[in-house]
């Protein structure tokens, strides 16, 4: 096991467990187990239901093994919810009461060694969730055209100085760490700019490779066909973004739904929970009902 001492608090977990909990016999997803917070208060607010729990990072879900080791009726799968349509049907589920999403990266990718995905340490340029996946953070930065880095990096980071930061990343290559990505972005940017910025000038930028490496906006959007085809009528569907990207693609799918009809949301977290977990500072709950 990697080195990690942290442990990541669920966001919103009243609020969630309120909308998401109809039917306490149900069969409930939760597409994003992570260490397994969100999965254990569902399991511990209605232990007569089923619960079936999936991430695609095979480590973070030995944490969420030992953690939901109590629970009988708690399956954990290392796959990703784009495929639940297939996997429920090997397991004979036709319909389920609730599924759950809470999207983002998970405080042990962030925080466990050599994961990649933080510019505060210099690690190898890594940022796969499935770790099982070929394609790295390091392909895409060292492999990609001029062209198609900058329009990521616009459109999944929305970073004004794309074009800058893609020209710089390709006269830099071989880029292989973190820090080194770092340099090459402080580089790019225009010394005003960077005094300007109140986030880390280097945050755009990693959130659009992270996005491309794992494809999250394209699963979002797989994510929401499978809750319309799966949920029973009056089923619900919870999701948690972190950002207005993923926000804005539930907010226009449940929006433009037939089948769906969303029930509450945005919901945020109050001053009290991120002043207790800073992580939730930017979390939005959507919560949809299947009609
Ligand atoms: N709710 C969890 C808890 O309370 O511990 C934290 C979830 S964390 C914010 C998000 C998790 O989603 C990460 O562990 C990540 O690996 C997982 N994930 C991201 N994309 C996924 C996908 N397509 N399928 C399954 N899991 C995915």
């Given at each position: ?13 009243q ?18 187990v992570?260490?397994?917070g969100?999965?254990?208060?569902i399991?511990n ?10 991430d ?7 944490l ?20 639940l ?12 009461s ?12 962030l925080?466990?060694?050599d ?16 770790l ?9 930065v ?26 710089s990343?390709?006269?830099?290559r ?8 770092v340099?090459?972005?402080q580089k ?13 000038f ?11 490496v ?11 066909k ?11 569907l919870?999701?948690?973004?972190f ?14 739904s ?9 919901i ?5 929970e ?5 992580r939730?500072?930017?979390a ?8």
């Amino acid at each position: 096991m990697r080195k990690y001492n942290d442990k990541h608090i669920p966001v919103l977990p009243q609020e969630v467990i309120s909308y998401l909990i109809w039917n306490d016999n149900g069969i409930y997803v939760d597409c994003t187990v992570g260490e397994g917070g969100h999965t254990a208060l569902i399991a511990n607010k209605c232990p007569n239901s089923r619960i079936i729990g999936f991430d695609v990072d095979f480590e973070v879900l030995e944490l969420a093994r030992q953690r939901l080791e109590g629970f009988g009726n708690v399956t954990l799968i290392k796959a990703s919810y784009v495929d639940l349509p297939l996997i429920l049907k090997t397991m004979e589920i036709e319909r389920v009461s609730g599924i759950l999403a809470d999207l983002g990266i998970s405080t042990y990718q962030l925080k466990a060694e050599d994961r990649g995905f933080t510019f505060n340490r210099d690690e190898p340029l890594d940022m796969r969730m499935d770790l099982e996946q070929t394609t790295s953070a390091h392909d895409i930065v060292n492999s990609y055209s001029e062209k198609k880095l900058a329009d990521i990096i616009f459109r999944y980071g929305e970073e004004r100085f794309s074009r800058r930061i893609a020209k710089s990343i390709v006269n830099n290559r071989p880029i292989n760490t973190t820090r080194e990505l770092v340099e090459v972005i402080q580089k790019a940017l225009p010394p005003a700019e960077l005094r300007k910025r109140r986030r880390h000038f280097a945050t755009k930028t990693f959130q659009a490779i992270r996005i491309e490496v794992n494809k999250e906006l394209k699963n979002i959007e797989q994510l929401l066909k499978n809750a319309e085809e799966l949920l029973e009528i009056g089923g619900r569907l919870a999701i948690i973004s972190f950002h207005s990207l993923e926000d804005r693609i539930v907010k226009h799918f449940i929006k433009n739904s037939k089948f769906l009809k969303q029930i509450a949301g945005p919901i945020k977290p109050s001053e009290d929970e991120i002043k207790s977990n800073p992580r939730a500072r930017s979390a939005k709950l959507r919560v949809a009902e299947r009609i």
